[in-house]
């Protein structure tokens, strides 16, 4: 199992989304999720996400997978990225599930990173929180304060840039973990062949969110209240302030309703960016072989990445899974509830659970949806 080295409480009244925090040792006697074969081999499959950064000077090459060979590569000044392990490498649970004292709403994906000496990216900048957690190997990071700098090569539609002043300057090894928030600068360069994981965790933007917003409008024929008005300006030719601030009125008018708004977020945030890998059975269960397969001893797994939200206040009694929400009577909440902390539960937990002939129903449809299964 893997366990921080630090006081969750602590680091969210005073890092978290503050300032950039480097901690020696967060994960004691570290041991690597997976092998640089391993990862090698992902990177071979169509359906995972991954590329090679080659590293120039003065520039980068990125080159997209699948990959079935590495040697053209060389020794050295590369580094391969996959995105999702955690959707893809069950043993990555544990690991995921110590940074759970963040809302799981928030987690993005697990990156793995298998880096040549001199391999990295550039000086850049992230729009989302990150966690880099140094495995086998050493790697040196520099991180810099928040300003304005210039994007490299003058492209403003690069997230690189130019370079910084470091506030932190460190080698990472194994088992350090250094926390960047948005907006922090920061560059590695691999010193010995390396393995680092990084831990993403994203939130929704007013653009994003406006966009949800409008098609859930528009694909429920909704929000059709229209603007009226007691008065009219003097000048036919303008728009007068009063009439602005009474048209943004419906917006706010819109968004204070929770009817509103909590389906679009409990769908929107339940989403993952990246493929989920669905166990789907080959024939759908029936109810009956989920008793024979509990009285066998199976335990029961959710899929990795797989989002069961809740949402705090919620009008209605529903989960969110994958962007569906799904409804369930009021009685079962304290199952539910389980449903959504749980990654996995051992034979006695799933019984209990099957107890409950509605909770038993949803699993089935979970189970055949292949966002659940069975394991010994």
């Known amino acids: ?182 907006g922090f600068p920061h560059q590695g360069q691999t010193l010995t062949t390396a393995m680092s994981y990084s831990m993403g965790f994203r939130a929704p933007s007013q653009q994003e969110l406006f966009s949800e917003i409008a098609d859930n409008l528009i694909d429920n024929a909704t929000g059709l209240k229209r603007f009226t008005s007691q008065s009219e300006p003097t000048q036919a030719s303008q728009v007068s302030t009063q009439h602005q601030q009474h048209m943004m009125a419906l917006i706010a008018e819109f968004a204070a309703c929770p009817n509103s708004y909590q389906a679009v977020l409990g769908k929107m945030l339940s989403q993952n960016r990246f493929e989920l890998d669905l166990c789907e059975p080959e024939e759908e269960y029936s109810a009956e072989e989920l008793d024979d397969y509990i009285c066998q001893g199976a335990l029961l797994y959710r899929i990795g990445g797989l989002k069961l939200l809740q949402l705090e206040g919620d009008c209605t009694s529903r989960v969110f899974i994958n962007g569906e929400a799904f409804e369930y009577p009021e009685d079962i909440e304290e199952n539910i509830t389980q449903l959504t902390q749980r990654l996995s539960f051992d034979n006695q937990q799933a019984a209990l659970l099957f107890q409950c002939s509605a909770t038993k129903e949803l699993i089935l449809t979970l189970l055949n949806r292949g966002y659940f299964y069975f394991g010994e």
């Open 1 to 182: 199992m893997y366990h921080l080295n630090f006081a969750p409480k602590t680091f969210i009244e005073q890092y978290w989304q503050k300032k950039p925090l480097l901690i020696k040792n967060a994960f004691e006697n570290f041991e690597d999720i997976i092998t640089p074969d391993e990862l090698a081999g992902l990177a071979c499959e169509d359906s995972v996400s991954s590329r090679v950064v080659i590293t120039k000077e003065n520039d980068w090459q990125i080159i997209e997978g699948p990959f079935e060979d590495y040697d053209q590569f060389g020794d050295k000044n590369w580094q391969l990225l996959v995105q999702a392990l955690n959707h893809w490498h069950p043993d990555s649970a544990g690991f995921i599930n110590a940074f759970r004292f963040l809302p799981d709403w928030r987690f993005d994906d697990l990156m793995v990173s298998f880096a040549t000496p001199g391999g990295g990216v550039g000086a850049h900048i992230d729009n989302y929180d990150v966690f880099i957690i140094q495995g086998e190997g050493e790697r040196h990071w520099t991180v810099g304060d928040k300003g304005l700098y210039a994007p490299k090569n003058n492209d403003p539609t690069t997230p690189l840039i130019e370079g910084f002043e470091p506030i932190i300057d460190v080698v990472l090894e194994k088992g350090d973990l250094l926390y960047i928030p948005p």
